[in-house]
């Protein structure tokens, strides 16, 4: 159970913090990073079977030895990105409390949740229709929702000749986590972070151009909790480039500890982990994945930013080759 004076005292903190920086508006959600043991097969399933595009295939830039791939729609825009940090071979995670474990995705119409259940059927993915939704995994557990969009936003998609326009993936809907008491995080939600409750343990990040779901669940028993292939590692939520350094001011303010603002050359990042232990990462609208790519082209060679420039020989001497780009898109792409 949570510390009701620590609460309020958290409480405190954060009205104290809007009350001296100017109010500012979280996006909705900018990238996911999960974990795969398999770089070439995850390509082959997300750009293959669901249609996105590889906006950006780079390291990991804590550890560069390893793959950072990022999937998202056609310009690589902030509400679509769905990153993997690849460590190969690596076992199956197991998501448990402090973890998210679904990731829900916008679709155009009841027809479309008919579509992807017979796409994914047909790939060997098993896909349950919900009534009003669509649940799946991907090759190493993890789980993906598809709900009809009701949002308003920009639609978000990518280009596939398997994918009819009418029926591609929209951008994030949102995610879902677990925890043993989603109360404690009440308090950095709503007061630090600007989140609404739109019922139970469901709440909305919403800007002036998109919004996003963050959502509880309660955990399943703590027998394997793990990280690992399958799982994510952490959510991000969009801010404006000028205003990262006010969000993370509001959020040391409310008690979460922040990192410092960490320079990512794509976007800049503070991390912090809310209440319930799920990481959260505050990430900047730009400079974007065009800054060292022509937008053509983006995902299509190893992009390293400037620090890890002298490891290009030794990186793609040691980085196993990708299925990317495919034909089609090589022979499509603009060359001017």
């Not at 009819?164 to 008491?181: C, K, Q």
């Not at 028993?221 to 799982?231: L, M, V």
């Not at 410092?260 to 794509?266: A, D, G, Q, S, T």
């Not at 609208?285 to 060292?292: L, S």
Request: charged fraction near 25%; hydrophobic fraction near 40%; glycine fraction near 10%.
């Amino acid at each position: 159970m949570s510390d009701p004076s620590r609460t309020a005292a958290m409480i405190a903190r954060a009205r104290s913090a809007s009350l001296a920086i100017d109010p500012v508006q979280l996006e909705g959600i900018h990238h996911i990073s999960a974990i795969t043991g398999d770089a070439a097969g995850n390509v082959e399933f997300y750009t293959g079977v669901l249609g996105m595009r590889m906006v950006k295939r780079t390291v990991n830039q804590d550890e560069p030895n390893v793959y950072h791939l990022f999937y998202g729609d056609e310009a690589g825009s902030p509400g679509m990105d769905l990153t993997f940090f690849e460590y190969p071979g690596a076992a199956r995670g197991v998501a448990g409390a402090g973890m998210v474990h679904r990731i829900v995705w916008r679709v155009g119409s009841p027809a479309s949740l008919d579509f992807w259940r017979e796409r994914l059927a047909a790939h060997g993915v098993e896909a349950v229709a919900t009534g009003d939704s669509v649940l799946f995994a991907d090759p190493e557990g993890l789980e993906h929702e598809l709900v009809v969009d009701g949002s308003g936003d920009e639609k978000l998609s990518a280009h596939s000749p398997e994918i009819p326009a009418e029926h591609a993936l929209l951008g994030f809907d949102g995610v879902r986590a677990y925890s043993n008491d989603p109360p404690r995080s009440q308090s950095l939600l709503e007061g630090a972070l600007g989140f609404t409750r739109r019922g139970g343990e469901t709440w909305e990040v919403r800007g002036e151009r998109r919004g996003s779901i963050y959502a509880y669940d309660p955990a399943p028993p703590e027998i394997n909790r793990r990280q690992g292939a399958g799982t994510v590692h952490h959510v991000a939520f969009a801010s404006k480039l000028d205003e990262i350094e006010l969000w993370r001011s509001q959020v040391a303010a409310a008690g979460a500890r922040p990192t410092p603002l960490i320079e990512r050359f794509y976007f800049k990042s503070v991390y912090f982990l809310e209440p319930s232990g799920v990481l959260f990462e505050i990430a900047s609208i730009g400079p974007g994945f065009a800054i060292d790519e022509d937008p053509a082209h983006l995902g299509e060679r190893l992009s390293l930013p400037a620090p890890f420039e002298p490891m290009r020989e030794q990186l793609e001497r040691t980085l196993r080759p990708l299925p990317y780009p495919p034909e089609w898109r090589a022979a499509a792409a603009p060359t001017g």
